[in-house]
C-alpha cells in the first residue's frame, strides 16, 4: 500500500492550493482518510479527516472554514483544496490511511511521504 502526496509548492498568501494523495495497492473507497503536518521545529498535527463513508468531513479549528477535503473513490484519490492561506499554512503536508476499514476511530497505518507547502507573507 503506497500514498503518494502531491500538489504542494510555493504560494503568496491568501492563495489556494489543492493537494492529491494517490493511493495504491489497494482502494480506500471504505477507509477514512486524513491530512496533517509538519512545520519546521513543530510535532505533527492534525489538518482534517474524511468519514469511511465520505459523508463527513472534520477539520482542525485552525483550518476551518479555509480548506475542503474530498475524494474521489474512483480515481482512489483524496483531495485537500486549500483556500486563503496562511504563512501559518506552511509544513510539509501527509496524508494517512488507517488499516482498518469502516472505522471512523481507527489509527493511522499507512502515511504518504509528504509535499511541502510554503506560503510567502
Known amino acids: 500500500v503506497q500514498l503518494q502526496a502531491s500538489g504542494g509548492g510555493l504560494v503568496q498568501a491568501g492563495g489556494s492550493l489543492r493537494l492529491s494523495c494517490a493511493a495504491s495497492?489497494?482502494?480506500?473507497?471504505?477507509?477514512?482518510m486524513g491530512w496533517f503536518r509538519q512545520a519546521p521545529g513543530r510535532e505533527r498535527e492534525f489538518v482534517g479527516r474524511i468519514s469511511w463513508s465520505g459523508g463527513r468531513t472534520y477539520y482542525a479549528d485552525s483550518v476551518k472554514g479555509r480548506f475542503t477535503i474530498s475524494r474521489d473513490t474512483a480515481k482512489n484519490t483524496l483531495y485537500l483544496q486549500m483556500n486563503s492561506l496562511k504563512p501559518e499554512d506552511t509544513a510539509l503536508y501527509y496524508c494517512a490511511a488507517p488499516g482498518v476499514p469502516f472505522s471512523d476511530s481507527a489509527g493511522y497505518d499507512y502515511w504518504g511521504q509528504g509535499t511541502q507547502v510554503t506560503v510567502s507573507s
Open positions: 495497492g489497494r482502494t480506500f473507497s471504505n477507509y477514512a
